[in-house]
């Protein structure tokens, strides 16, 4: 299964409500990455936040991370409609040399209504 | 600067065709990665190089897909014989040199989608 997996799977909210949006990971981590991905296009990073900081802020965006859970929150204030979008939170996975590839949860796909 | 340049964006072919697949990293990325994503496996890493090497090919399907990184500029996904389950939308990323913890995020293009008829 995903290293990292996000709830809800999908969410609808109006203009102007703030979004959360989980994710919940298995094994031990070094940093977790948010993603945002618009309809048609790639993923744009929005957010890193290392296993030793438990919460970042960035412009509208606020992330927490609960190493002892193992979980993570991603949260939108003052939505808009420009972040509709899917949102997937990553996770490293260490491998020997050093060298880390991300695992993707199956993300959550944010609706912002009018 | 330019983003990673992935072509074609769209690429519609019968089954037991050979597709290829194109990638440009932005320029300076030690790492390119392709992956793959579908509705219903999510976003699945298939390969990843280091310096043009590949680091970790654990996510590549079978043995009809293949990928290589002549250069560090240019990078090829290859499917043959291509099968209908091979559609998806397969993206290629770069990122920066990984400090000891991947503290650099990575960078994405805007995919290529695959229609195997």
């Known amino acids: 299964s995903q290293q990292g997996e996000e709830d809800p799977q999908a969410l609808s909210i109006q203009e102007g409500e703030n979004a959360t949006m989980n ?20 993923l744009v990073h929005l957010i890193l936040i290392r296993s030793n900081e438990r919460e970042k802020h960035s412009g509208r965006l606020r992330v927490t991370l609960d190493t002892s859970k193992k979980s993570s929150s991603l949260l939108i204030t003052a939505s808009r409609a420009a972040d509709t979008a899917s949102y997937f939170c990553a996770t490293d996975v260490l491998q020997g040399g050093g060298a880390q590839k991300l695992v993707f949860g199956q993300g959550t796909r944010l609706t912002i209504n009018p | 600067d330019a983003g990673v340049i992935q072509s074609p964006r769209h690429e519609v072919t019968e089954m037991g065709q050979e597709v290829t697949l194109r990638c440009k990293p932005i320029s300076g990325h030690d790492y390119l990665f392709w992956y793959r994503q579908t509705m219903m496996r999510g976003l699945e890493l298939l390969i990843y190089f280091n310096n043009n090497v590949p680091i970790d090919d654990s996510g590549m399907p079978e043995d009809r897909f293949s990928a290589k990184m002549p250069n560090a500029s240019f990078s090829t996904l290859k499917i043959q014989p291509s099968e209908p389950r091979d559609s998806a939308v397969y993206f290629c990323a770069s990122s920066p040199r990984q400090g000891a913890y991947s503290n650099q995020p990575q960078h994405f293009g805007d995919g290529t989608r695959l229609s195997i008829l």
């Open chain 1, 23 to 42: 994710c919940s990971y298995k094994t031990s981590i070094n940093n977790l990455q948010w993603y945002r991905q618009n309809s048609g296009r790639g």
